[in-house]
Nanobody, 123 residues
Framework: QVQLVESGGGLVQAGGSLRLSCAASGRTFSSYAMGWFRQAPGKEREFVAAISWSGSGTTYADSMKGRFTISRDNAKNTMYLQMNNLKPEDTAVYYC????????????????WGQGTQVTVSS
């Protein structure tokens, strides 16, 4: 089992940047592929980005390519999401997830979730 805690959210103006972190505790962090998802009010949870167990593989939702960068530090049991050129439509609660046997954007294949961190982008 793994526990996940997101941090780094906040209020930022359009065009600004934020870096989210997801700290893991419990089972060996490198046993999990990791992902970021987000959920805006009244909308379903959507895939943002995912990173493989070692960090050698990454995948992004099309709308985030070129603006967001996912990374992980297995020595620090932490995953990151660098978000640049933020837009008002990026406003959402951002969640990190951990998957033992899956790498990708299908949320139902993730085994564990954090509580989320709010990101608000003002225009």
């Amino acid at each position: 089992q793994v526990q996940l805690v997101e941090s780094g959210g906040g209020l930022v103006q359009a065009g600004g940047s934020l870096r989210l972190s997801c700290a893991a505790s419990g089972r060996t962090f490198s046993s999990y592929a990791m992902g970021w998802f987000r959920q805006a009010p009244g909308k379903e949870r959507e895939f943002v980005a995912a990173i493989s167990w070692s960090g050698s593989g990454t995948t992004y939702a099309d709308s985030m390519k070129g603006r967001f960068t996912i990374s992980r530090d297995n020595a620090k049991n932490t995953m990151y999401l660098q978000m640049n050129n933020l837009k008002p439509e990026d406003t959402a609660v951002y969640y990190c997830g951990a998957a033992l046997r899956y790498f990708g954007g299908y949320s139902k294949s993730y085994d564990y979730w954090g509580q989320g961190t709010q990101v608000t982008v003002s225009s």
